[in-house]
T-cell receptor, first 116, second 115 residues
């Protein structure tokens, strides 16, 4: 069974600084997607970034980038130039595409606070 | 704009009553939708996969007779919490897969409080 682990329950970063959130996962599959979602106080889940396992190049979306290490089963999120609006819960998620179920498995989340 | 809506956004009910939560796909015919439950300060836990025109697939440990899921049309899935108890109080979130099935789009969630 697949598992997703986020080992940092809470983190804080000064505004304009850079922060990295960790995520590791366990799977025997070769085809899958990895995601980082942001959940602000409104609790609406917002996709931050997506990585396809067969792509070696790390995904980037503006200030957000990932360090995808497939062999190590690691998928960390780097937020550059942190903004107050980045304060939220961040969830790492795994989706196995081989099974055909397209279900997500979420990590336990990291609460990020950006300090002014 | 939003691609998945939920109704109601917040509901309070008495213990022993049933509550229905609607999840609508606004822009896409969704054959598959998902229902999650999220307790305060915790992660999302998948409850079930809602399949249009067939029975839902429940995750291990989820009581299918308590959490009734109906997916009668390609744009609507409903979750009914039957004989609700205070321990059922939670935040319920639905989602649908994208057309290419490489991500999910989430609804805004429904906060259920059982008194």
């Amino acid at each position: 069974a697949q598992t997703v682990t986020q080992s940092q329950p809470e983190m804080s970063v000064q505004e304009a600084e850079t922060v990295t959130l960790s995520c590791t996962y366990d799977t025997s599959e070769s085809n899958y997607y990895l995601f980082w979602y942001k959940q602000p106080p409104s609790r609406q889940m917002i996709l931050v970034i997506r990585q396809e396992a067969y792509k070696q190049q790390n995904a980037t979306e503006n200030r957000f980038s990932v360090n995808f290490q497939k062999a190590a089963k690691s998928f960390s999120l780097k937020i550059s130039d942190s903004q107050l609006g980045d304060t939220a819960m961040y969830f790492c998620a795994f989706m196995n595409t081989t099974s055909g179920t397209y279900k997500y498995i979420f990590g336990t989340g990291t609460r990020l606070k950006v300090l002014a | 704009g939003a691609v998945v809506s939920q109704h109601p956004s917040w509901v309070i009910c008495k213990s022993g009553t049933s509550v229905k939560i609607e999840c609508r796909s606004l822009d896409f015919q969704a054959t598959t939708m998902f229902w999650y439950r999220q307790f305060p300060k915790q992660s999302l836990m998948l409850m079930a996969t809602s399949n249009e025109g067939s029975k839902a697939t429940y995750e291990q440990g989820v009581e299918k007779d308590k959490f009734l899921i109906n997916h009668a049309s390609l744009t609507l899935s409903t979750l009914t919490v039957t004989s609700a108890h205070p321990e059922d109080s939670s935040f319920y979130i639905c989602s649908r897969t994208s057309g290419s099935r490489n991500e999910q789009f989430f609804g805004p969630g429904t906060r259920l409080t059982v008194l």
